[in-house]
């Protein structure tokens, strides 16, 4: 279990939450006597913390405490500050692999999210993107020409989607793509939570010249509903750990490359 914030008498609801929030994401689950001993409040507030996240769609209520909500990703915020470091040393990997004057195209989440952020010496880049984070942070440097594809947004993602964003997608050709994905099964499959990601994350890696996604080791053996259809037309996967052998083999076997990025 990673290490608690450290406890403040009376805590005020929102740090509640996000401590709730925060351990869920971390373990799966969390006991209304732990965190009313944590907060020194009473078991009744608790309660009424997870009842309000539960009304949100934020978690599951089990007896005696909440687990997270299963088949939903966690929101961006709660994923940004998992596995930073690995994250990371896929986001230089992946940009490595761009040269300038390149058009490039950065799926949401927080893996490309550090792509975005190792791109910054690089010049002469058209970024198209579907993630408000990743074009609010580029569109200030100098050389970058960022066009954000429009769509709905989805709030938990900080991302546009549906058929306005797929539209925007078959304008622009595309050299190089980094696409994100819910979870890598053991039979080595990327798989989503959405029908809608799903279907984004499909044509763009058959339409990009070379597509790679970037999933760091928390995705490996994730079950998350959805498999991406024609997933194999993408080039390649950029991890930063080795998946299990069986894993590695069924990705080999669908003539995916495999690159494990350094730290």
Known sequence: ??????PSSRALAPRRHDEILR??????????????????????????????LADGGRLDLVHGGATRREGQEPALAQRSTENAEGKAAIGRTAAALVEDGMVVFLDSGTTTLAVARALGERRNLTICT?????????????????HLLGGEIDPREEATSGIDALEAMARFRIDIAFLGGGGLSADGEVTDYTRAGAEQRSRM?????????VLDHGKFGRLTPLRIPRFEAATGLIVDARPPAPTAEALERKGLELIIASH
């Open 1 to 6: 279990m990673s290490s608690p914030l450290p």
């Open 23 to 52: 351990r869920l994401a971390a373990d799966g689950s969390v006991s209304i006597s732990a965190l009313a001993e944590f907060f020194d409040v009473s078991r009744e507030t608790i309660r009424r913390d997870m009842k309000q």
């Open 130 to 146: 579907v993630g408000l984070t990743i074009a609010q942070l580029l569109c200030h440097i100098p050389g970058m020409r960022v």
């Open 205 to 213: 890696a058959a339409a990009a010249g070379r597509a790679y996604f």
